[in-house]
Nanobody, 118 residues
Framework: QVQLVESGGDLVQPGGSLRLSCEAS????????MAWFRQAPGTERELVAG???????VYGDSVNGRFTISRDKAKNTLSLQMRSLKPEDTAIYYC????????????WGQGTQVTVSS
C-alpha cells in the first residue's frame, strides 16, 4: 500500500523560511515523478514544484526563485525548501506521485498546513 506522509507545516511570519518533507513508502518510486501541490481555501489545487524520475524540475510561476524542490531516491523522500514566504503562500501543501507511464498524479498525501502571517 502506497503511503505519502508530509511534515513540516507550521505558522511562519512573512519573509520567513520553512522546509517540508514527504516520506513515501509501499513501493519503489525511482521511476516515478514526484511533486508538491498546494490548495488554499476557495481555490483550485495548483502545482508548486515537480521533479521527474530523471531529475528535471519545474516550478510554479508564483514560487520560482523562492522555493527549491529536492528528492532522495534512496530514501524515498521529497523535500521543499521555502524561502521569502508571503501570506499568499498560505495553503495546505500536498505531496504527490505520478507513476511511470501515468498521465496523472496517482498517489497523494494527507497534506500539511502552511500559514504565513504576522
Amino acid at each position: 500500500q502506497v503511503q505519502l506522509v508530509e511534515s513540516g507545516g507550521d505558522l511562519v511570519q512573512p519573509g520567513g523560511s520553512l522546509r517540508l518533507s514527504c516520506e513515501a513508502s509501499g513501493r519503489t518510486f525511482s521511476r516515478d515523478a514526484m511533486a508538491w501541490f498546494r490548495q488554499a481555501p476557495g481555490t483550485e489545487r495548483e502545482l508548486v514544484a515537480g521533479v521527474s524520475s530523471g531529475g528535471v524540475i519545474v516550478y510554479g510561476d508564483s514560487v520560482n526563485g523562492r522555493f527549491t524542490i529536492s528528492r532522495d531516491k534512496a530514501k524515498n523522500t521529497l523535500s521543499l525548501q521555502m524561502r521569502s514566504l508571503k501570506p499568499e503562500d498560505t495553503a495546505i501543501y500536498y505531496c504527490a506521485v505520478r507513476a511511470s507511464g501515468s498521465g496523472r498524479y496517482d498517489y497523494w498525501g494527507q497534506g500539511t498546513q502552511v500559514t504565513v502571517s504576522s
